[in-house]
């Protein structure tokens, strides 16, 4: 996984309700990048449910943000439209980005062992470099921690 002061690797991705987000693109701004699971599911649902409760605050930082998973865009649109949501949703259907942020993991859930997203949040600052990460995050309060992190660059 990637550490504080590494570059963030750079990518290109699709989002919701169309159009593409380009990482390099976004500076000076700094950038939240949160990695979950699946949507539609409990705790994916409340992580993004945060975010987007506290989007105002991030923009008024000056910071972006933005869900990324493995979902396909028309599963991040339903997942939008269904629950209300404001942050951006990026659609990583390869997990090349999830690869290349080390969140994509082996896990294993009753006895089987497969590949899937570990919930992580990176906060990247104006020059693209990793400012914070967490790793296995656990969801009640981390939207606001990431939040008060991100007002503290």
Known sequence: MLAPQDQAPDFTL?????GTVT????RPAPVVLFFYPRD???????ENKAFSEL??????AGVQVFGISKEDIATHDKFRDKHGLRAPLLSDAESSVCEDYGVWKEKSMY???????????????GEGRIAKVWAKVKVPGHAEEVLAAAKAL
């Open 14 to 18: 699709p989002r919701d309700g169309g």
């Open 23 to 26: 990482l390099s693109a976004l």
């Open 40 to 46: 539609d599911t409990p705790g994916c649902t409340t």
């Open 55 to 60: 989007l105002d605050q991030f923009t008024g």
């Open 111 to 125: 006895g089987k062992k497969f590949f899937g997203i570990e919930r992580s949040t990176f906060l990247i600052d």
